[in-house]
């Protein structure tokens, strides 16, 4: 079966986003000045083939954890569809 994941990797919400603070700054001088917060994180597509969902979601799970996402500063969260 082949599996489609959509993984978003995005900093954690207790720490400093510098790439957010940045953009935030640019749209200010853009003069979008009623954007109040923004965080800037990944976007991963991974295709992928699996025996059953379970199993797909095991190996998304490991890529997230193990590869795509550092854990200390990071959060992900991800959907998995059958194409």
Avoid: W
């Avoid at 978003?8 to 200010?28: H, I, S, T, Y």
């Amino acid at each position: 079966m082949k599996f489609v994941a959509e993984i978003n990797v995005m900093p954690r919400p207790e720490l400093l986003d510098p790439q957010g603070k940045a953009v935030l700054l640019g749209l200010e001088h853009l003069g979008l000045d009623q954007v109040e917060d923004v965080r800037v994180g990944k976007r991963i597509t991974l295709n992928l083939e699996a025996e059953n969902e379970t199993i797909a979601r095991e190996k998304v799970e490991k890529a997230c954890s193990k590869l795509l996402a550092n854990l200390i500063m990071e959060s992900y969260a991800y959907d998995l569809k059958q194409v």
